[in-house]
């Protein structure tokens, strides 16, 4: 069964360094989300995109956050200037043609700032 | 804002029993409504999709169930087995394309 992958699954950083998380969607999926869960805390939605632009963005999507789909399989979030409140576990999700299908989420990437 | 609660926050039953898991939405407006599983350290695996107009879905020993208007919804899950020791999410889909969740009911089946 297709499945949403993301890379790497654990990433540490410097505090002020730039870091990116990847992820491939379900190959036919249109719509691409990003979440976070900070430890013990509910799972938020950071950022929609759909047909190579941002759709949706939260108030946590500020500037230090980026997203880009390079190509026909990849979908990046980029944090420009990590903070220590970044360190959360990152969802990438992904979903088909109809925006109200159901989301598919990856296994997550844990981002620890130190 | 919508905010989505669920309760109890954490369960335990013993193997064989069946129980429920119960979600509640302020706002009505969602267009679905989205069970998932979530193991410690893990992704979130979804369960079942129930669409605003439906009232309730199946997929084998779960069935999920839906009162758009009362912003409630239920899991049932029945004879319940060790494997099913997860954490329990519910999510919301509004007119925005992204999902509301909940924090989760953590469930704990004794063998």
């Known amino acids: 069964e297709p499945e949403v992958t993301q890379t790497p699954s654990h990433q540490v950083t410097q505090m002020g360094q730039e870091v990116i998380l990847r992820c491939v969607p379900i190959?036919?999926?249109?719509?691409f989300y990003w979440y976070r869960q900070i430890l013990g805390q509910k799972v938020e939605f950071l950022v929609s995109?759909?047909?190579?632009?941002?759709?949706?963005k939260s108030e946590i999507f500020d500037d230090q956050f980026s997203v880009e789909r390079p190509d026909g399989s990849n979908f990046t979030l980029k944090i420009r200037s990590t903070k220590l409140e970044d360190s959360a576990m990152y969802f990438c999700?992904?979903?088909?043609?109809?925006?109200?299908?159901?989301?598919?989420f990856g296994p997550g990437t844990r981002l620890t700032v130190l | 804002k919508q905010e989505v609660t669920q309760i109890p926050a954490a369960l335990s039953v013993p193997e064989g029993e069946n129980l429920v898991l119960n979600c509640s939405f302020t706002?009505?407006?969602?267009?679905?409504l989205q069970w998932f599983r979530q193991d410690p350290g893990k992704g979130l695996t979804s369960l079942l999709l129930?669409?605003?107009?439906?009232r309730e879905q199946t997929s084998g020993r779960l069935n999920a169930s839906l009162d758009k208007s009362s912003g409630r919804s239920t899991l049932y899950i029945a004879a319940s087995q060790p494997g099913d020791s997860a954490t329990y999410l519910c999510?919301?889909?509004?007119?925005?394309?992204?999902?509301?969740f909940g924090t989760g009911t953590r469930l704990t089946v004794i063998p």
């Open positions: 999700a992904s979903n088909g043609h109809k925006v109200t299908d159901t989301q598919y």
């Open positions: 190959s036919n999926h249109l719509y």
């Open positions: 995109f759909y047909n190579n632009e941002i759709s949706e």
């Open positions: 706002d009505s407006a969602i267009y679905n």
């Open positions: 129930i669409q605003s107009s439906q």
């Open positions: 999510a919301v889909r509004t007119g925005a394309n992204n999902l509301f």
